[in-house]
């Protein structure tokens, strides 16, 4: 027998898992809350975010807990700080629907937690330092965030800091906003959100184990499926938003306006190809086994199971 770090349990078992706890989300909110292309729907809500978020649940009491025992063992009264959850999976797998359907439903737990959402786009480089440095061309790779800024935000939220800024980037403007912030002040969770969340630390020049972001995780998710069904969804996710900004003077995607629809899927194949497919391979996908939770989805972009790592 071959131990394995995971549990894995197919939906149906899955959903058998959870109790009958009333999760309240309306068709509007649903919709809202969905990315391009992604079907999600309350049958998902029910039988795989339903005891998702009881999991997190049980885990936050937990954590909860040991903060009292730890304090009562070294005779100190440090406040608990915040929970903090890492989603982590490939462009277009729908982390950021994930991360903001878990969102709204750990706000509904008892006391009605503040939970705040972030993404790490806001610690990508500005496109004029991307280009400075030659590597405009790849960015989400590792090297084209502000690590060092990323985890002093991460160190400083979980030791407690009642007010962490964070840059904020600009999808339609594809780059970093000059002079604006957001303001973490005090979550009672936060959900940090990004493609690399789960890298490993990096040694340093003196030889030492430097810190990652994710050993400030106090959980974490990874969104997991085929490559081909990704390159898929990203492809049509492409053509969506090429259609969305025809008419339009302004956004990224206004430069995509006089394509044709061939060309325009032709285009995001070569985006793939070159970019987020090897990102993906080279980068993304072998963190996936530091995940707390892997949410492995199928071809129609629904999750079909799920592993929990028990070691």
């Avoid at 885990?59 to 100190?76: C, D, K």
């Avoid at 973490?184 to 340093?204: A, K, T």
């Avoid at 053509?239 to 008419?247: D, H, P, Q, T, V």
């Amino acid at each position: 027998m071959v131990a394995h770090p995971y549990v894995t349990l197919q939906r149906a078992r899955w959903a058998a898992l959870s109790d009958q706890t009333s999760i309240r989300l309306d068709a509007e909110t649903l919709d809202r809350l969905r990315g391009i292309g992604d079907p999600t729907n309350q049958t998902d809500i029910a039988e795989v975010y339903r005891p998702l978020t009881q999991l997190l649940h049980l885990t936050m009491e937990n954590a909860g807990r040991l903060n009292e025992e730890r304090n009562s063992f070294l005779r100190v009264n440090e406040a608990r700080t915040p929970f903090v959850i890492g989603i982590a999976g490939s462009v277009a797998v729908g982390k950021s629907t994930v991360s903001r359907l878990l969102q709204e439903l750990l706000r509904q737990a008892p006391g009605s937690p503040k939970v705040d959402l972030i993404t790490t786009d806001g610690f990508l480089y500005p496109n004029a330092e991307l280009a400075r440095r030659g590597i405009l061309d790849r960015k989400g790779f590792p090297y084209s965030y502000d690590r060092r800024a990323l985890l002093n935000f991460v160190i400083d939220v979980k030791s407690g800091l009642p007010r962490v800024e964070a840059p904020v980037y600009s999808h339609s403007k594809y780059d970093i906003v000059s002079g604006e912030k957001l303001v973490i002040s005090s979550p009672d969770i936060l959900i940090i959100e990004g493609l690399n969340v789960l890298q490993p630390p990096r040694v340093e020049r003196d030889g030492r184990m430097g810190l990652s972001v994710s050993d400030f995780f106090d959980f974490s998710v990874f969104v997991d499926a085929a490559e081909e069904h990704i390159k898929g969804w990203f492809t049509e996710r492409f053509l969506e938003l090429r259609r969305r900004a025809i008419g339009k003077t302004e956004g990224f995607f206004v430069q995509f306006q006089t394509m044709s629809d061939d060309e325009a899927r032709a285009f995001a194949h070569q985006v793939w190809n070159e970019i987020n497919g090897p990102n993906l391979r080279h980068n993304i996908a072998p963190t996936k086994g530091r995940a707390t939770a892997i949410l492995t989805k199928g071809a129609d972009h629904r999750i079909t199971e799920i592993s929990i790592r028990k070691v």
